[in-house]
């Protein structure tokens, strides 16, 4: 069994950034694939960002490109995003996942392990 725990939420004016960190425990995360998802008031859950095990290749929704970045420590059991240029629409709960096949990530399917959450709050 695998637990994961976010932290780094919080609020921020539009244009900051905040890093987001996502700690496993339990069995190691090694193999495993990591992922961050959000879900915003009113709204269906939607993808973000995902890892493979090794950390050679990354994932992203268009609507994140070029301003979130996923990253993992392994050494650490964690990963990480990297929230810049923020927008108020960014505001949601993030929450990290993970699993052994990366498509459940990225594609859909049923997740192995979630995390509870982090809420991001971005002001105008």
């Known amino acids: 069994q695998v637990q994961l725990v976010e932290s780094g939420g919080g609020l921020v004016q539009a244009g900051g950034s905040l890093r987001l960190s996502c700690a496993a425990s339990?069995?190691?995360?090694?193999?495993?694939?990591m992922g961050w998802f959000r879900q915003a008031p009113g709204k269906e859950r939607e993808f973000v960002a995902a890892i493979t095990w090794s950390g050679v290749s990354t994932t992203y929704a268009d609507s994140v490109k070029g301003r979130f970045t996923i990253s993992r420590d392994n050494a650490k059991n964690t990963v990480y995003l990297q929230m810049n240029s923020l927008k108020p629409e960014d505001t949601a709960v993030y929450s990290c996942a993970a699993d052994s096949m990366m498509r459940h990530l990225t594609v859909g399917g049923r997740v192995d392990y979630w995390g509870q959450g982090t809420q991001v709050t971005v002001s105008s």
């Open positions: 339990g069995r190691t995360v090694d193999y495993l694939h």
